[in-house]
């Protein structure tokens, strides 16, 4: 059933419909708490202003790798969508490979999907449906109900970044480490219609899209930045109605970011890459 729900999303919207992600990323080490803190980070206004910061600190980065994972569960089903790829955050372009989970009797096996991240636009290859193996499936981001903050199976990094110039609330938690590198773990809520006013003019249309598409507007997250102020992971946990159900779903959707400065030449494809038809349903 759950099965069937992603591709009647997927079919009518032309993309891949994800699912919620298992909580935390591998190479977290739980040690919070420890270490003294500056006042300024116990504060709440200060910690907002600087979670505001978080994606002018990922331009200044200029790129990095990426992981993702994104977890839904409804029906009693819980589907997990995975990816890995690489981010330019001064361009705004990522390239991701999304595996897809296996069917629910766990006798099929999908091919990773290419996402080519764009602002405004999303790119898909192996996107199946019809689609010719060398053609590119293309998605107008402002035209999803969500964004494509779920959509796609893995949240745009830069745009989960961009999520936090919305932040309203937020509590410094404590020091702990991800992969080795020392960070600061705030917890708090975002708005995604203060983030979309915001936000760069690649991620506007977007987050505007998203802000009037979820069941609500105010996003849970938990983030954590290194001493550059730069994530390097954050968990957003949104909300939204499934059209054949009436309650809202939750989508937990977890970037880390990792190797700042790693090579991204992420190149879009050309017009007569893209494919035209009409994908099919069934």
């Not at 949240?155 to 509590?171: C, H, I, Q, S």
């Not at 702990?176 to 760069?200: F, Q």
Request: proline residues 4%.
């Amino acid at each position: 059933m759950a099965e069937r729900w992603h591709r009647r999303r997927a079919w009518r919207g032309g993309v891949v419909v994800a699912g919620l992600v298992a909580g935390g990323c591998a190479g977290v080490v739980g040690c919070s708490g420890g270490g003294a803190v500056a006042d300024e980070d116990a504060r709440g206004g200060e910690a907002v202003e600087m979670l505001h910061r978080a994606a002018d600190a990922l331009r200044e980065a200029g790129s990095s790798r990426a992981r993702t994972s994104m977890e839904m569960a409804t029906g009693g089903t819980r589907v997990t969508i995975r990816g890995e790829g690489v981010y330019d955050y001064r361009r705004q372009l990522g390239r991701l490979k999304v595996l897809l989970p296996q069917d629910p009797a766990g006798t099929s096996e999908h091919r990773p999907i290419t996402e080519l991240l764009a602002p405004g636009a999303l790119f898909m290859k192996n996107r199946g449906a019809g689609v010719p193996d060398d053609k590119w499936v293309r998605v107008e981001t402002a035209t999803l109900s969500d964004g494509n903050l779920v959509t796609g199976g893995a949240t745009d990094p830069f745009a989960a970044a961009e999520v936090l110039r919305g932040a309203r609330t937020a509590t410094y938690v404590g020091r702990t480490e991800i992969a080795g590198t020392p960070v600061r773990h705030y917890r708090g809520t975002a708005d995604l219609a203060v983030a979309a006013e915001d936000a760069s003019a690649g991620s506007r249309g977007a987050l505007a899209a998203a802000a009037k598409g979820f069941a609500t507007a105010r996003v849970p997250f938990d983030v954590y930045l290194d001493d550059d102020g730069r994530i390097r992971k954050v968990r957003h946990r949104f909300s939204f109605v499934n059209a054949r159900q009436e309650h809202a779903v939750a989508v937990a959707s977890t970037t880390l970011l990792y190797d700042f400065g790693a090579p991204a030449d992420v190149r879009l494809p050309a017009a007569g890459d893209i494919f035209a038809g009409r994908i099919a349903e069934g």
